[in-house]
């Protein structure tokens, strides 16, 4: 007779979780969870130096540095370490050269915008900048208005020539700058600058003695502005003498004995300022007036 054997009951089925899973006695290591505990794969993130890691010899990669060169870490000995070569790239040239730098030359970094001082009369400075080509550009030009022109009239001071002047056709008259009675006259041509006229005595006057060996007036005068002919003045009995006669005489007075000819001193004398250019000796009302003249000795009054 057979003997029939029960069946077993068959359990209803169950999940294992990951956290049941680390709860058996016997710990399991799950990749991810912790870069110093691996199964021999990479860490998600790099681990730190001198961490402790399984899988000798392991390496790893996380991307590149600012100099191009890999960022590594590598297992070994049971500790991770840093394989990353040490990024020392030379420093990055100033944006803006010190000196204003050609339109067209090559910059850097791209959109830098570089301002310069022009002259001083200028306020306003150039700005350049960076294009995205790699070449300067001048983004605002600064044209430099030209400076106000002089005050009109004659200045102080004789300008030169070639100077800007504000009054074409302006005349303006120096004494004392040439080498004879005559002033320098300066006019202010059409083309706005200041050009010497052509009638200014720019020939070198004759010598003292030309004028002194004058015998006439005419004579005196052929000679030029630098020799004037001078008439006697009325002078009193005692102080200044009247000049001894009619004669010709330089026309710049002297001041000392050395600017006379040899054979005279520098004389103060009386003259009469109506006849001097008569020949004739014709006065006018006036008849005295003080002049430094050469003269022979034998005409010096002493302390005159």
């Known amino acids: 007779m057979a003997i029939q054997k029960k069946r077993k009951v068959l359990r209803a089925p169950f999940v294992v979780?990951?956290?049941?899973?680390?709860?058996?006695?016997?710990?399991?290591a799950l990749p991810g969870c912790d870069?110093?505990?691996?199964?021999?794969?990479?860490?998600?993130?790099?681990p730190a130096t001198g961490s402790s890691c399984e899988g000798e010899d392991l390496l790893c990669n996380y991307g590149e540095d600012g100099c191009g060169s890999p960022i590594e870490s590598r297992c070994a000995d049971g500790t991770w370490?840093?394989?990353?070569?040490?990024?020392?790239?030379?420093?990055?040239?100033?944006?803006?050269?010190?000196?204003?730098?050609?339109?067209?030359?090559?910059?850097?970094?791209?959109?830098?915008?570089?301002?310069?001082?022009?002259?001083?009369?200028?306020?306003?400075?150039?700005?350049?900048?960076?294009?995205?080509?790699?070449?300067?550009?001048?983004?605002?030009?600064?044209?430099?208005?030209?400076p106000p022109p002089p005050p009109p009239g004659c200045?102080?001071?004789?300008?030169?020539?070639?100077?800007?002047?504000?009054?074409?056709?302006?005349?303006?008259?120096?004494h004392g700058v040439l080498d004879c009675p005559e002033p320098l006259m300066l006019t202010c041509g059409d083309a706005g600058t200041w050009s010497e006229a052509k009638d200014s005595c720019s020939?070198?006057?004759?010598?003292?003695?030309?004028?002194?060996?004058?015998?006439?007036?005419?004579?005196?005068?052929?000679?030029g502005p630098a020799c004037q002919w001078l008439v006697p003045g009325c002078a009193e009995e005692t102080g200044t003498p009247a000049l001894p006669a009619v004669g010709c005489f330089p026309s710049v007075a002297c001041e000392v004995d050395?600017?006379?000819?040899?054979?005279?001193?520098?004389?103060?004398?009386?003259?009469?300022?109506?006849?001097?250019?008569?020949?004739?000796?014709?006065?006018?009302?006036?008849?005295?007036?003080?002049?430094?003249?050469?003269?022979?000795?034998?005409?010096?009054?002493p302390g005159g």
């Open 17 to 28: 979780t990951v956290a049941a899973a680390a709860s058996f006695a016997g710990a399991v």
């Open 35 to 46: 870069p110093t505990i691996t199964d021999g794969s990479c860490p998600e993130t790099r």
């Open 81 to 146: 370490q840093d394989l990353t070569a040490t990024c020392n790239p030379p420093p990055p040239p100033p944006a803006c050269p010190e000196v204003m730098p050609a339109a067209g030359s090559a910059c850097s970094p791209i959109g830098e915008l570089c301002s310069y001082d022009g002259p001083p009369d200028c306020p306003e400075p150039t700005i350049l900048r960076c294009d995205d080509d790699g070449a300067w550009s001048v983004t605002v030009a600064v044209s430099c208005n030209p």
């Open 155 to 174: 200045p102080e001071e004789v300008p030169e020539i070639g100077s800007a002047c504000s009054q074409p056709g302006e005349s303006c008259a120096y």
């Open 203 to 223: 020939s070198p006057p004759p010598p003292p003695e030309d004028c002194l060996e004058a015998a006439t007036a005419e004579e005196c005068s052929g000679l």
């Open 258 to 301: 050395t600017e006379c000819p040899a054979g005279t001193l520098c004389q103060e004398v009386v003259v009469n300022p109506c006849g001097s250019a008569s020949s004739d000796g014709a006065t006018c009302a006036a008849c005295g007036m003080y002049t430094n003249v050469c003269v022979p000795p034998s005409a010096v009054v």
